[in-house]
């Protein structure tokens, strides 16, 4: 039965992985109000390596609408605010020498309509990934009859293995409503 025990908890942490994954990809989808994980995966060019600038600079958001930059270092704030533009999150960079500043501007009906899709579309996404996961396990199950490892045990293994599946898409369908709710929340 260890065999059994480690293929679920492979299971659950492959799980998992595409859970955080997901709410990394639903961090970065803009719901109207200013957020720094907006900004996670733009890099720039520091000291000849690729960083994020989250490392290079400190991010807040004064208020709801607005996400201020400020560069541990000045020179690289020209970096930082060509970066912002390459990266198409939809924000213009306002520099003021020492800060730069992003204006979220308010949501239209129209683009939170297709911010909702790009959600759903993150979702399906994990759906499947968990679901993959859930494949890879039950195989690696099935495998070790042939390590003299009895059917019941088995199939009580890939019954472990729906539940844990059960459980995630569960929680990937909570992360979708409350995800829709704040986009479509005005």
């Known amino acids: 039965m260890e065999e059994i025990d480690l293929v679920l908890d492979m299971a659950q942490d492959g799980m998992e992985r595409a859970l955080k994954h997901t709410q990394i990809e639903l961090g970065k989808i803009r719901a109207g109000k200013a957020s720094t994980q907006m900004l996670d995966g733009i890099m720039i060019e520091y000291y000849g390596v690729m960083s994020p600038i989250s490392q290079v600079s400190s991010i807040t958001t004064p208020d709801a609408r607005t996400i201020a930059i400020k ?15 390459n990266s198409n999150v939809g924000l ?92 479509m929340n005005v």
Do not use: C, H, Y
């Open 92 to 183: 213009n960079p306002a520099n003021d020498g020492d800060l730069i500043r992003l204006n979220v501007p308010p949501l239209t009906e129209e683009r939170r309509r297709d911010l909702v899709k790009r959600v759903k579309v993150e979702i399906e996404v994990a759906k499947v990934n968990i679901r993959k996961v859930r494949q890879e396990s039950n195989e690696d199950l099935r495998k070790l009859k042939n390590d003299g490892v009895s059917e019941d045990a088995i199939k009580v293994g890939e019954e472990g293995v729906q539940k844990i599946t059960d459980q995630f898409i569960t929680k990937i369908d909570q992360m979708m409503a409350t995800k829709e709710a704040d986009i």
């Open 71 to 85: 560069p541990f270092e000045k020179k690289i704030i020209n970096d930082i605010e060509r970066a912002i533009i």
